[in-house]
């Protein structure tokens, strides 16, 4: 088996380390304290291809496999674990459902759009009273003639206000039964379809968060993603490949922190020597630097299957339980190396780890996740 990254791998973990050094490094603090929202960043590298990595040249995307995937995420998500979170959400949610499950005139209006960032993505299937419950969610679609009429809220939303189209989940069936769920595409700007309000987050704060609003939201049936009652298998899949992105959104962010400790350890002083010669610091960076390759394997083996078409729910939970969890102790790890520095923000201990907490939560939490392994390996 071998290790080392490809070329195409080397090319663009270059690539996305240049753009995010000039574009995103130097802006993140101010994102981050005002919760920013860089639509104009999303633009740029749009232009590179990464808010199209996995679309086919066809479709106007880079035309690229999980593996380049994974590295761009990891790359982006080192600087800032919002900008690496938004990446993570247009591609892998919105623009890969409209790629796994559109029409080819749905995949023609919309996909081109998203992969160049014309237009910005938003998947919405979280409720205020429903996350993974969803058999249960409350936004409904009902049949109106040709067409449906939508009513209910969202929570939670990645780009629910600056978001261009949403891939909506709705009930279509009632409470609780199977094959309740249908998927929509909701254009911005439609009558009936409003953004609420703009979440104020813990970390994360360059990407936006925002409740979705729809009060009798009429849309014609061209809008229906795959069959009646489908949505629900359809998120179930895309929810696999979401994890790999959050699971490398997870391992950037560790990477992050260990970089930014292991350069701290290595310049401050005391005693009359470096910190990272004393054995606690020493052992401290020896355990994150052993967790992150760790994750790391996870994910690239995830990445794998999920390129050859082979089942990934279980690898994928297990690669976003591990590398989510791992991301908030190096975290952690890395304020405590820094000492009191690590929890001012003139260094970036403390973003990385307000920023980490998200990824144990989003796309499934680790109690999920568990879930998830749990029953694939008791089949």
Known sequence: MDFSLDENQKMIAQMVRDFAQKEILPFRNHWDEKQIFPVDVFKKMGELGLMGVLVPEEYGGAGFGYNEYVTAITEISKVCGGIGLSMAAHNSLCTNHILYFGNEDQKRKYVPKLATAEFIGAWGLTEPSTGSDAANMRTTAVRDGDGWVINGSKTFITHGISGDVVVLMTRTGKLGEKNNATAFLIDKGIAGFTAGKK????GMRASETAELIFQDCKIPDSCRLGEVGSGFKQALAILDGGRISIAALGLGIAKGAYEAALKYSKERQQFGKSISDFQAIAFKLADMATKIDAAEMLIFRAAFLKNNHLPVSKESAMAK???????????????????????????????????????????????????????????
């Open 321 to 379: 339980l591990y590398s989510s969890e791992i991301a908030v102790e190096v975290a952690n790890d890395g304020v405590q190396i820094h000492g009191g520095y690590g929890y001012i923000k003139d260094f970036p201990a403390e973003k990385y780890y307000r920023d980490a907490k998200l990824c144990t939560i989003g796309e499934g939490t680790s109690e999920i996740q568990k879930v998830v392994i749990s029953r694939e390996i008791l089949k």
């Open 199 to 202: 979440e104020d987050k813990l």
